[in-house]
């Protein structure tokens, strides 16, 4: 039903920049919570960044103040601005979907991952 296609990733120096994007299709994100979770090799998935639907903004600690998470409702696309990344942000990136009509019944999608690798 709603399929999520993440893209940005790559290599880059510490202290760089990177723009994660999370295109969906098959359905619209509007009224979607939105979130980025990333898991390193050997480590757990965890939570990045969310934005609800409204447009309220969560982060993890480690990311606070470096990561930005958006959405552009009318290109169907949030997206993750990462500044001042460090090698410990290296971790295969995930973006995330939900909606939950009802406490029995909720919509969660996940993209395929995009790789950040963060190295000199």
């Known amino acids: 039903q709603v399929q999520l296609v993440e893209s940005g990733g790559g290599l880059v120096q510490p202290g760089g920049s990177l723009r994660l994007s999370c295109g969906a299709s098959?359905?619209?994100?509007?009224?979607?919570?939105m979130a980025w979770y990333r898991q390193a090799p050997g480590k757990q998935r965890e939570l990045v960044a969310t934005i609800t639907s409204g447009g309220s903004t969560n982060y993890a600690d480690s990311v606070k103040g470096r990561f930005t998470i958006s959405r552009d409702n009318a290109k169907n696309t949030v997206y993750l601005q990462m500044n001042s990344l460090k090698p410990e942000d290296t971790a295969v990136y995930y973006c995330n979907a939900r909606y939950k009509v009802r406490l029995t019944l909720e919509y969660d999608y996940w993209g395929q991952g995009t790789q950040v690798t963060v190295s000199s």
């Open positions: 098959g359905s619209i994100l509007s009224i979607y919570d």
